[in-house]
């Protein structure tokens, strides 16, 4: 073998050794995984954008330092839990803290600080609600696979009415099969407007403020969730001291 091709093969192989290493320590895709529950997820495609808190999680780790993509995708909310708790996603944002879920879920810096909740009944029927008081022996129809206020279910005496997502909780009022359906100021009313459905309800003057804040949590299973937390976190730690996340969010809501 001559000098010359001696040469070419071992600053071939340098090469290549480089390649490889880059390749090794290049940040790992993160698989975003969440219900659509606009305008905090939107749909794909919308036209409007990814959504609130879609955005908030893409610039935090951004603004944190990772390097790697994002792989956003829509499922079921007990779906995304079960990919969570399997490690077959990485993270989801919009959540709240539960001990069961602390179970395999590691969690942000809060990046919400509570959440209002407003009552709807039946267009022209049902009770005029006033307090928490009020509820009781009521069915409440919500949504499956969310959490809501303590307070409010511990209030409602009656047997609560499960459905799909927002628009179905909201049918179940209509057609009698619950008697008040519950929604957040923010998605939940925002989305009976978007639907159409406000003028099939009548919202209450009851309003509950839970104040609970909102999480973007990973998963415990995940080789991949530890390094994306920690730029979550930096990340999240700025854009709460500049105003970036109010900043977003009227961008959705104006």
Not at 45 to 55: F, M, R
Not at 107 to 115: E, Q, V
Request: charged share 20%; hydrophobic share 45%; aromatic share 8%.
């Amino acid at each position: 073998m001559t000098n010359t091709r001696r040469h070419f093969l071992a600053c071939g192989g340098a090469l290549l050794a480089a390649a490889d290493a880059r390749a090794t320590d290049a940040a790992p895709t993160l698989v975003l995984v969440n219900a659509i529950y606009p305008p905090l997820v939107n749909p794909p495609g919308d036209a409007g954008g990814e959504g609130v808190d879609i955005d908030i999680a893409r610039e935090a780790l951004r603004r944190g330092g990772y390097t790697g993509g994002i792989e956003l995708q829509w499922v079921p909310w007990k779906r995304a839990l079960f990919m969570l708790e399997r490690g077959l996603a990485d993270f989801t944002t919009t959540i709240n803290f539960s001990t069961e879920r602390d179970r395999f879920l590691r969690w942000s810096k809060a990046y919400r600080a509570g959440k209002q909740y407003y009552f709807y009944t039946r267009k022209g029927s049902g009770p005029r609600l006033l307090q928490l008081s009020d509820l009781r022996g009521l069915r409440l129809a919500l949504s499956d696979g969310f959490i809501y206020p303590q307070a409010v279910l511990d209030a409602a005496t009656g047997k609560p009415e499960l459905g799909r997502n927002v628009a179905g909780a909201v049918q179940l009022v209509e057609r009698g099969r619950a008697d008040v359906v519950i929604a957040t100021a923010l998605a939940g009313a925002w989305e009976i407007h978007q639907l159409g459905l406000t003028e099939r309800v009548e919202r209450q003057p009851l309003e509950h403020f839970n104040p609970e804040p909102t999480f973007m949590a990973f998963s415990a299973a995940s080789p991949r969730a530890a390094a994306g937390l920690a730029a979550m976190n930096a990340g999240l730690t700025g854009m709460l001291r500049d105003g970036s996340i109010g900043h977003i969010e009227k961008r959705y809501l104006r």
